[in-house]
């Protein structure tokens, strides 16, 4: 039996109250979708960086039309619960972040994430008061939906050049109080900073996977407080890594060692529809 949106988004919204911490892959594609659910991940998100790399771009460069074709793709090849990542909404306008959470919701997703980066070098992070506004007006979207749609708001400071613990626990805060469901901060530099942040929040905090130093286990993040945890590109560059790997051997010696680790295609297969 299919399960409805609305059975979806309230199963996502379970996994959030614990015990413990779960983990939601990044999927790139249907068939990594499918791949993640068959292995038994209870929910998926998309990864803009990931779905960038699909089509030979790098993130930030994916326009809003691409990026809903693509969490309908996504949504549409599985039966649990996919959230996305849609970076800033594609626009700065409050109003233009409300509608594409509106629209994200229309493909399928029973959540997204709206984050505070501009995507522009010279300003690099919106100002507190217009990131306040912008997950309030996302948040009511949201809310306007008629299920349980899951906002998380990301504060972006420690990748855009502004590693303030202060100023990034007082946005969170504000994003929590202007509504959002989960609240996220990638890039935390270690597992104080993740219990600091964990502590000054009453809502699920996500913690993001994939920086080398900077990832701990489930069992750590899951005692400094973490509910949900993210893998960001990880699965994406492991799977391109394999593929340099892999064709590098065929180049420089001439040899393909690489099949005798991989799944075969039967396998591979077996995760995919008729």
Not at 8 to 30: C, E, M, S, T, Y
Not at 38 to 48: I, Q, W
Not at 233 to 257: N, P, W
Request: net charge neutral; glycine share 10%.
């Amino acid at each position: 039996m299919t399960a409805s949106q609305s059975d979806k988004a309230n199963r996502f919204r379970a996994l959030h109250q614990g015990p413990g911490a779960f983990v939601i892959a990044n999927a790139w594609d249907a068939g990594s979708s499918r791949i993640l659910a068959g292995l038994g991940f209870e929910a998926l998100a998309t990864s803009s960086g990931a779905f960038a790399g699909t089509l030979g771009r790098r993130d930030g460069k994916v326009t809003r039309d691409e990026a809903l074709a693509h969490c309908r793709a996504v949504a549409g090849a599985v039966e649990i619960p996919v959230s996305a990542d849609l970076e800033n909404g594609f626009g700065h306008a409050p109003a233009f972040a409300a509608e594409t959470v509106r629209l994200a919701a229309g493909t399928g997703l029973v959540g997204c994430s709206i984050e505070d980066a501009t995507g522009e070098k010279d300003r690099p992070l919106y100002a507190f008061d217009e990131a306040v506004e912008r997950v309030t007006a996302s948040v009511a979207a949201a809310r306007s939906l008629g299920f349980a749609f899951t906002l998380t708001a990301r504060s972006e400071n420690f990748l855009r050049g502004n590693p303030n613990l202060d100023d990034t626990i007082k946005r969170l805060q504000a994003y929590e109080k202007a509504g959002a469901d989960v609240l996220m901060a990638p890039g935390l530099p270690d597992l104080a900073a993740v219990k600091a942040v964990c502590g000054a929040l009453t809502k699920p905090f996500n913690f993001m996977v994939g920086i080398r130093g900077k990832s701990f286990t489930v069992a750590d993040l899951a005692a400094a407080g973490v509910r949900r945890i993210s893998l960001a590109t990880s699965l994406y560059r492991a799977a391109m890594s394999g593929l340099m790997t892999a064709a590098q051997e065929v180049k420089d010696k001439g040899t393909f060692g690489y099949i005798d680790t991989t799944a075969s295609t039967p396998e591979i297969n077996g995760f995919m529809q008729g």
